[in-house]
């Protein structure tokens, strides 16, 4: 039988190599311009066509010699080795991601089996979750040569929508506080709101973080490592002083898990009526808070623990006690003042200087 794939060559003769299909006219191109070598090529090919199932297992053969778990590794394989180096918060991101029943599918399908379809029945049978881990485990694989090419290329994962998110309102706020009945979680709430922290680096405040003779903190956020921290204004200030003077400022919270802290949270705010919002939404309250005052971008950053590591730790460290809390700004805003930041040398704190 003739064979369906043939070399040609374009131009002269030491032109790059060429495979033609007979039967649909396409050439391609072998990269490379030894004819013997395209003929090898070709040969190879010309014949994964007539004995597909012995050439697969050939094939096997070949990739078990330069990697032996190469045909037998899993997706659950490319699962566990992701979560390796996670630690915190994201490694339990992560081990709960991986809980979702889409990637039952293929959690047991070998990556040398996988094609594109499989992917896509993943996807369809997820969310906007599935959709970004699963970016990642195919990524890892890829990265750990796991994987001689991508199964399903990026252009073909659907586009990643993120649920809309808005800021805590001032009312709200304090309808929830009116209600809370328990003092430690009351109080966890108005520092939330006050600080713009995260829940978990918010739970996590001890009193190792706090600057009482300079009425500042600073602390490591428990997602990135990054330092935050501001001077404290008087609102937050007379809750600190409510709080356990030594050890972790909320002894309880800090030992329940963030989902349980979160579900807490809904709960009031579905017996108040309070739709949208979750306890992440007092760090988007207090951003937009910030910019709605006019509060410096550098100074927000460095409240938030948003900055680059290497600034913020500098300024952090150093100028803590100089940077003025949100509170206080508000309150020389209204007053037609606005605070002026100095780091790095003598000038008080408190200097002020009226708005332009």
Same mark, same amino acid.
């Given at each position: ?23 649909t ?17 070709l040969?190879?090919?010309?014949e994964?066509?007539k ?53 039952q ?9 996988? !094609? =594109?379809?499989?992917l ?9 979750a ?5 970016r ?11 994987l001689?090419?991508?199964?399903? =290329? ?15 309102t ?8 009116? @209600? ?10 108005e ?27 600073v602390?490591n ?15 937050a ?9 030594t ?13 349980? @802290?979160?579900?807490e949270?809904?709960q @009031? ?11 992440? %939404? ?6 937009e ?18 900055? %680059? ?15 003025? %809390? ?19 040398t003598?000038? =008080?704190?408190? %200097?002020?200087?009226? !708005?332009?």
């Open positions: 039988m003739k064979p369906r794939f043939r070399v040609t060559k374009r131009g002269d003769r030491d032109g790059m190599c060429y495979s033609k299909d007979s039967l006219g396409e050439r391609v191109s072998l990269e490379t311009k030894d004819r013997a070598e395209a003929e090898r090529i040969q190879h090919k010309n994964t066509l004995n597909p199932g012995v050439n697969r297992k050939i094939g096997m053969v070949y990739l078990s010699a330069a990697d032996p778990l190469y045909t037998t590794r899993t997706w659950k394989d490319v699962m566990d080795d992701i979560i390796k180096g996670k630690k915190g918060p994201t490694l339990v991101r992560y081990l709960t991601a991986a809980k979702d029943p889409a990637y599918l293929i959690v047991k399908k070998l990556l040398v089996e996988t !094609v =594109p379809e499989d896509k029945g993943v996807l369809h049978a997820g969310g906007t599935t959709n970004v881990y699963l990642r485990y195919q990524n890892h694989a890829f990265d750990m040569g796991w001689h090419e991508r199964i399903l =290329p990026k252009k073909k994962f659907p586009k990643v929508t993120h649920k809309e998110m808005r800021g805590i001032w009312d709200e706020h304090c309808r929830i506080i009116e @209600r809370e009945k328990n003092p430690e979680r009351r109080d966890y709430y520092l939330c709101y006050c600080f713009g922290g995260s829940q978990s680096d918010v739970a996590y405040l001890d009193n190792h973080d706090i600057d009482r003779e300079r009425r500042s903190f602390y956020r428990c997602k990135s490592d990054e330092l935050a921290g501001t001077k404290i204004g008087p609102k200030w007379a809750v600190i002083e409510r709080r356990p003077k050890g972790p400022l909320f002894p309880y919270l800090c030992t329940v898990r963030e989902a349980d @802290r979160a579900t949270f809904k @009031r705010c579905d017996g108040l009526g309070i739709t949208g919002v979750t306890l992440h %939404s007092y760090r988007y309250g207090w951003a808070r910030s910019a709605d005052v006019g509060y410096p971008e550098r100074y927000a950053q460095r409240s938030l623990g948003q900055n %680059s590591k290497i600034v913020h730790r500098a300024y952090a460290k150093k100028a803590q006690g100089e940077l003025p %809390s949100l509170e206080d700004y508000e309150a020389a805003k209204a007053s037609g003042k606005i605070l002026i930041i100095k780091h790095e003598e000038v =008080p704190v408190n %200097s002020s200087a009226p !708005v332009a």
